[in-house]
């Protein structure tokens, strides 16, 4: 893949990989149960990501990681086309059991586990861990995305690749939405904590689910002190380069 104009290539990234202590006692994210429910509606519009994860775990040769599997929304797909069996972690009971009802009439495997992501495990190295629908987001502080990162880089064979994507914070965009109430997808209001870097949805019928948003330059950063290299930041998932315009940060890091 290319890699987006200005950033550095792999060899200008730190390399040591880090094998953190396992099976930790974390704080929970901020999935709440009760958007299990509306899970469809929340994620009806976001259909692109799904062919890019399904290309790269084409691409990829190993197991097939998915980290928040959620419903199956990706897996499925994955797993229809390359023919094999996707891992999917998810801290969510209710999810999980979406999943496997869902991989069930498919007619796919995936071998759901749960488990917060931040004690990813795996009894061997992944060729592909990916973490679509901003799901890293609902990791409250950057020593939690610094542990799951340092998890993934254990749990990735060499030449195995990490793909997550985020939003970029948008100011303007954060005006137009703060202590707004919105019928869709569900009835829902939004509020912001901008010096704690994090959002807040709560349903008018009760359940708040929060995310915590992150800079360009924290994500690099995460990944340096992981020891992943940087192969591609795009600015969507049709593989435009990052530009000042984006809103979206679309990561592809390699394990050397």
């Known amino acids: 893949m290319m890699l987006a104009s200005g950033w550095r290539s792999k060899e200008g990234w730190n390399c040591r990989r880090h094998r953190p202590e396992r099976a930790l006692t974390l704080a929970s994210t901020s999935w709440d149960e009760e958007f299990s429910d509306f899970y469809?509606?929340?994620?009806?519009?976001?259909?692109?990501?799904?062919?890019?994860?399904?290309?790269?775990?084409?691409?990829?040769?190993?197991?097939?990681?998915?980290?928040?599997?959620?419903?199956?929304?990706?897996?499925?797909?994955?797993?229809e086309a390359t023919g094999r069996p996707v891992v999917g972690i998810d801290?969510?009971?209710?999810?999980?059991?979406?999943?496997?009802?869902?991989?069930a009439a498919a007619g796919v495997q995936l071998d759901l586990r749960l488990s917060d992501m931040r004690n990813l495990d795996l009894d061997e190295q992944a060729g592909l861990i990916y973490c679509p629908f901003r799901a890293l987001l609902h990791l409250p502080t950057w020593g939690d995305?610094?542990?799951?990162?340092?998890?993934?880089?254990a749990s990735l064979r060499p030449g195995g690749r990490f793909a997550w994507n985020a939003f970029a914070f948008d100011h303007q965009r954060a005006?137009?939405?703060?202590?707004?109430?919105?019928?869709?997808?569900?009835p829902h209001s939004v509020t912001y904590d901008v010096p704690d870097n994090r959002v807040d949805m709560k349903l008018d019928g009760g359940g708040t689910s929060s995310l915590w948003w992150a800079t360009?330059?924290?994500?690099?950063?995460?990944?340096?002190?992981?020891?992943?290299?940087?192969?591609a930041l795009y600015g969507d998932f049709d593989r435009t380069p990052l530009t000042a315009m984006s809103r979206e940060y679309v990561f592809v890091a390699g394990a050397p």
């Open 40 to 79: 469809d509606e929340w994620s009806s519009d976001e259909t692109a990501d799904v062919p890019f994860y399904v290309g790269l775990a084409r691409e990829s040769s190993g197991p097939i990681v998915e980290l928040a599997v959620g419903d199956g929304r990706v897996a499925i797909p994955v797993a």
């Open 91 to 103: 801290s969510s009971p209710a999810m999980l059991e979406r999943a496997r009802t869902r991989a």
């Open 145 to 153: 995305k610094r542990l799951l990162f340092e998890r993934v880089a």
């Open 175 to 186: 005006v137009g939405f703060e202590g707004g109430h919105f019928e869709t997808p569900v």
């Open 216 to 231: 360009k330059n924290e994500w690099l950063g995460l990944l340096d002190v992981a020891g992943l290299e940087v192969e």
